[in-house]
């Protein structure tokens, strides 16, 4: 079965930080490039990071520039997303999904209809 599983998420404070995990199962991430997305309550899905396979570059939403990193372990087929000084506006659901990099043509992008596969979620809160 092919399948992303996300985890690490939690309560955490604000100014706290958390790592997520996205780790691929029953397929390799070599040929993908992979996105981090989150749901609020109430709003709709937006991207937060992606990374591409080919180069590892990256893209960051404006709102977790300077704050989130995103970066992949190929040897452990895993990809994190480092969340540094945490607002309580990054409360959400973050979901991870995989795009094949060879239909990107420069960077990777935060369309959600070309990502072939999506995990579950994990749920992130900040509050005091």
């Known amino acids: 079965q092919l399948q992303l599983v996300e985890s690490g998420g939690g309560l955490v404070q604000p100014g706290g930080s958390l790592r997520l995990s996205c780790v691929a199962s029953?397929?390799?991430?070599?040929?993908?490039?992979i996105g981090w997305f989150r749901q609020a309550p109430g709003k709709g899905r937006e991207g937060v990071s992606c990374i591409r396979r080919s180069d590892d570059s990256t893209l960051h939403a404006d709102s977790v520039k300077g704050r989130f990193t995103i970066s992949r372990d190929n040897a452990k087929n895993t990809v994190y997303l480092q969340m540094n000084n945490l607002k309580p506006e990054d409360t959400a659901v973050y979901f991870c999904?995989?795009?094949?990099?060879?239909?990107?043509?420069?960077?990777?992008?935060?369309?959600?209809?070309?990502?072939?596969?999506w995990g579950q979620g994990t749920q992130v809160t900040v509050s005091s």
């Open positions: 999904a995989a795009v094949p990099d060879e239909i990107l043509i420069r960077r990777c992008v935060f369309t959600e209809r070309e990502y072939d596969y």
């Open positions: 029953g397929f390799t991430l070599d040929t993908y490039s």
